[in-house]
């Protein structure tokens, strides 16, 4: 689908009282739409650049000079952290990046020193769960092989007044795992605990932020500040990620860490921050590690609210995207007085392209038929293609129809008109790296 303009999407979150924000790379129509929005923002470095910044002073200067020191004016975009990689030392990258960190991240600061922005943007670099591992919370450690390095890397955000970034997700371990229990993913309490000598676990959530806890203060910095750069649960995809799963888990999260209670190792001292992974699905995002990371938004690719949520901040209920501009209700379904024998090839090159993820096992549109299959196919190219005549004909097996084929759960989508001024940047999300659409993270602020 077609993309939002950047200011809808910086409307969106005004609407939304939401005050911060996560962008996976400094993309120029993004921070300038944020100029002057009061929201703050961490901006991302690709993993890819890493080596190139790791190596040459000239190209951190060059980078904070175009993607920080042009926007950080008055009445600019107001960026407070840079995410120097994301996930850099991920088990699946094999130590790729691992070597290019550290050294980035002091070139990095030194430019930020000499454009006297270092006592205002701070770097941080944001890591897996997977950095850190043990089977109980208070045994925690990170791995063997990243022992140096991550004492080398917490000794420099120390230094700097920075926190320590993680990605937690539950919903992975629940997904990865049928021996996971399911209450323990969520906040309601768990026929599971996790029994740690006098402390006990009834989430995941506090059991896996913990064991950072510990890990860090092994090192000696258990007082570190850290802030959650990703936590959430999509809504399609996958068994378990559904409208109803994705609502109880996040607003049983930001009711828990709202309350103030804490961890049993970190009583009545929630996170600094929380992004809520994210603010719009994607559906150009890779699928490698499942279907279900295209639907990870709170907002459908339009702006609409799926469902629910009390984000804390003042409002009761998400407020939709205003103003969007949708392209004529008309959607493209296979011809019924047409013999579809041959519509594989006509599939397999619609769903190539655009996004099929919701008709498989386990997704919303799965239960919809064959045909239903191929005039959802269909339609997903056709909107991609902005309602393009030719779009619709795949042999003469297509017709265009202005009756909203919809089937219970299942929603037929028109797109929005294409802007030129929409975004597309590069994340560097857990194992794969692709162009895709906007990619936002929403942040709740903890009245501490």
Known sequence: MSRLKPSTVVDLLKDNKIKKVKLFDADPDALTALVGSGIEVMVGIPNEMLAALS????????????NVSRYVVKGGADIRY???????????????????????????????????????????????????????????????????????????LNSNGSP??????????????????QDYAFFEGSTHPVTDGSNVYYNAFDGNFDTLVSALNKLGYGQMPIVIGEVGWPTDGAFGANLSAARFFNQGLINH??????????????PVD???FSLLDEGAKSVLPGNFERHWGIFSFDGQAKYALNLGLGNRLLKNAKNVEYLPSRWCVADPSKDLTNVANHLRIACSVADCTTLDYGGSCNGIGAKGNISYAFNSYYQLQMQNAQSCDFDGLGMVTFLDPSVGDCRFLVGVTDHKKSIAFRPTHRRTTIWTSILWWVWFFLML
């Open 55 to 66: 190596s040459s002073t000239d190209a951190s200067d060059l980078w904070v000079r175009q």
């Open 82 to 156: 840079v995410a120097v990689g994301n996930e850099p030392f991920l088990t699946s990258y094999s130590g790729q990046f691992q070597s290019f960190v550290v050294p980035a991240l002091l070139n990095l600061q030194q430019s930020l020193v000499k454009a006297n922005l270092a006592g205002y943007v701070k770097l941080v670099v944001p890591c897996n769960a997977d950095a850190y591992e043990s089977s109980l919370p208070s045994q925690g450690a990170f791995r063997p092989e990243l022992t140096q390095i991550m004492t080398q890397l917490v000794s420099f």
């Open 164 to 181: 320590f970034v993680v990605n937690i997700y539950p919903f992975l371990s629940l997904y990865g795992n049928s021996d996971f229990p």
């Open 257 to 270: 860490v709202l309350s103030n209670k804490g961890t049993p190792l970190r009583p009545r001292v929630p």
């Open 274 to 276: 929380i992004y809520l």
